[in-house]
């Protein structure tokens, strides 16, 4: 089909106008999200200004024109070191290491010195020392969080919380906000507050509802209800006494269907 009248072009068995699409890898048809400066990244459209092309995966200019392709990721060279196609975190810095086949290899002794953002500094606890952007520290002292140094509140099982760190046997973290364990072990989260699931349901991750009872495990409305029990329509929790009224009538009727039977069986008898 010319779906471009005489301009039609053919990518495998699909027609397609040259003027606001191309043909990519396997035959696949993209539309040119950059015009005429669109180009091909495997089956995927690209425009060069902003992304680049790695191992067929459109990555983002992480460094402008600089950009450099490890494997199938983009990186900054004078930022990420990359050895044969394996991207090193930002804490191994091309500054101060090299390649040694698909290994980093340090330029100094670890034991004196700590790389931190790309600068050498005296080792604080020789090769336990870590770094907090470009400062030293003691990682059995004190911890990053955040990029923010601090000691450590919950000795060695502190943990961060946001740009703070906490003592995780008296405290929860809930969406970067430190709070108490209320219910100890079992406390849960309700996006920025802490509960104890025994007590309240956490309703769409935003509010808190009291339990009526040990059973209740679901939302409806405002209210806690449990779904064995009730029903919930339009937010209202109804038909609680309809249902007893419902098992009520059966437990009836099945009492009468054994009366019923142990009848039959006499008059057989």
Known sequence: MRVAGLRTQCCGTTSFDPDSHMCCTNDNVVEKIAGKRTVCCGMEPMDPRTHKCCG????????????????????????????????????????CYSCDG??????????????????????????????????????????????????RVGGD??????????????????NGNVLPRVAGNMTR???????????????????????????????CGDEA??????????????FSRLLKDVRALRDVADKRAITLRKSCVATIK
């Open 56 to 95: 067929h995966t459109v990555q983002p200019l992480v460094a402008g024109e600089d950009t450099h392709c490890c494997g199938h990721e983009s990186y900054d060279p004078m930022e990420r070191l990359c050895c044969k196609g394996m991207l090193f975190p930002p804490h191994i810095h091309p500054n």
């Open 157 to 174: 099982i502190s943990a961060c919380c946001g740009d703070k760190n906490y003592d995780p046997k008296a405290s929860i973290c809930c």
């Open 225 to 238: 209800f449990s779904p064995n029990k009730e029903v919930c329509c339009d937010d209202e929790v109804q």
């Open 102 to 151: 698909m290994h980093e290899k340090p330029f100094f002794d670890n034991n004196k010195q700590a790389c931190c953002e790309g600068k050498l500094v005296p080792a604080i606890v020789g090769n336990l020392t870590c770094c907090c952007k470009a400062q030293a520290f003691d990682p059995q002292d004190r911890i990053c969080c955040d990029d923010k140094l601090q000691d």
């Open 189 to 219: 989260c309700c996006k920025t507050r802490s509960f104890d699931p025994d007590t309240h349901v956490c309703c769409d991750n935003t509010k808190l509802a009291k339990k009526t009872r040990k059973s209740d495990s679901c939302c």
